[in-house]
């Protein structure tokens, strides 16, 4: 006769009591968001993007930011004319295994275009342009700080609250070194084609009117 064999006593996990629980966080990469897409779970009118593996809703455009957007696109036709460069507007560039986020604007080389299977990437991209109103802080540091780390060699900000351009340059890891800001009057070339100057008045929205002095407003006043 056998003795059955006894399974260990399973004892219950413990829990320190006070002590703080937090979930895990899902990371998503690219392959995967990809085909989210293919099968419907994110819609092709969802405005979402891939940042660092978390899928990030976009904010809604208002009209300037929409103005500003076809403002540059038109800005940089000769460009295209002339095969210097290809436009890409709002649409997803892929920036490592985990990151596809949708800039405002992206100046991409001509050779960009050899694969028609495959996302720009860091290689492609000559300039990236963010329109910035209600996400000026979200664009200058995780936006700015992931451009920076994929290598993307320039970052325009279009300022639209203090009314500048700001320009990021020499990328590395911890973000780009080198921050500059553009008001009416100068004059901006980017790194990657510095032989191409733009008025910094003619990228931005037109100048609000000054209101009318005190004094002047009293002179056209009629006499009592």
């Not at 997803?92 to 080389?109: A, K, M």
């Not at 320009?167 to 500059?180: L, R």
Request: some cysteine; hydrophobic content about 35%; glycine content about 6%.
């Amino acid at each position: 006769m056998t003795t059955p064999i006894k399974a260990p006593a399973q004892t219950a996990p413990t829990e320190t009591p006070g002590a703080a629980t937090s979930p895990m966080r899902r990371k998503f990469t690219a392959d995967e968001y990809y085909r989210m897409a293919q099968v419907g779970i994110l819609h092709p009118d969802e405005r979402v993007e891939l940042i660092d593996g978390e899928i990030l809703a976009m904010v809604p455009v208002g009209p300037l930011h929409v103005w500003t957007v076809n403002l540059w696109n038109r800005t940089f036709a000769q460009l295209v004319i002339e095969g210097r460069v290809i436009v890409q507007i709002q649409s997803p560039i892929l920036l490592g295994d985990n990151s596809q986020p949708e800039p405002d604007i992206v100046l991409l080389t001509p050779q960009s275009q050899s694969n028609p299977g495959a996302l720009p990437g860091p290689a492609d991209i000559l300039l990236i342009i963010e329109v910035s109103d209600t996400t000026l802080s979200y664009d200058r540091g995780i936006k700015g700080n992931m451009y920076a780390g994929a290598n993307v060699p320039e970052t325009w900000i279009m300022n639209l609250p203090e009314d500048c351009i700001e320009s990021f340059t020499q990328p590395g890891p911890n973000g780009y070194a080198q921050h500059a800001t553009y008001r009416r009057g100068a004059t901006i070339s980017p790194s990657t084609l510095p032989d191409v100057q733009f008025a910094v008045d003619d990228l931005l929205p037109p100048a609000p009117a000054e209101p009318e002095s005190q004094e002047a407003q009293s002179e056209g006043e009629p006499q009592t």
